[in-house]
């Protein structure tokens, strides 16, 4: 899990060759229909708008996935999120949705961080993480990016 201001994500783009693509977005990006999804290249990466009331910590559980990392920007509003490792959550709500990419926890996080306007936090498929939490209304924006394991797999597999 990384958090930082969205001024410093140059610094993460190292991390995976579409983090990049995700810098360029934004510089131009119009935020959009919240909940409708907008592809950059294909399912590899795309970008999910939300604009939402936030949860009390107790009604935000944990989630995780397994083919996407997660890029949660906080554009306006004030959002804390919790976090706990993966292998460290031992009640799943229910099996793995396999289509929507998403698991459920019973588990609480260990910690909880703030995500002010202007931040961001990077999920890995290894973090479990519990968003928007706060108070009033949060307007985020959501990259999902193909894990690289994914990717290569994805390669083997067409080869």
């Known amino acids: 899990m990384i958090t930082a201001t969205l001024a410093n994500f140059s610094r993460y783009t190292s991390l995976h060759p579409q983090f990049n693509k995700i810098e360029e977005f934004l510089r131009n990006y119009t935020f959009g229909k919240s909940g409708e999804r907008v592809y950059l290249d294909d399912d590899k990466?795309?970008?999910?708008?939300?604009?939402?009331?936030?949860?009390?910590?107790?009604?935000?559980?944990?989630?995780?996935?397994?083919?996407?990392?997660?890029?949660?920007?906080?554009?306006?509003?004030?959002?804390?999120?919790?976090?706990?490792?993966?292998?460290?959550?031992h009640m799943p709500k229910s099996t793995?949705?396999?289509?929507?990419?998403?698991?459920?926890?019973?588990?609480?996080p260990l910690t909880y961080f703030d995500v002010p306007a202007g931040s961001f936090a990077i999920f890995f498929p290894e973090d479990c993480h519990a968003p928007m939490i706060g108070e009033g209304v949060i307007k985020k924006v959501v990259f999902k990016v193909e894990e690289l394991k994914m990717i290569i797999e994805n390669r083997l597999l067409t080869a």
Not at 68 to 81: A, S
Not at 84 to 89: G, H, L, T
């Open 45 to 89: 990466i795309f970008v999910i708008p939300a604009l939402d009331i936030a949860k009390l910590k107790e009604n935000a559980p944990l989630e995780a996935h397994n083919r996407y990392i997660d890029i949660q920007i906080c554009l306006e509003g004030h959002e804390t999120m919790g976090w706990r490792s993966r292998s460290d959550c």
């Open 96 to 108: 793995f949705d396999s289509d929507k990419d998403i698991v459920f926890f019973d588990d609480r």
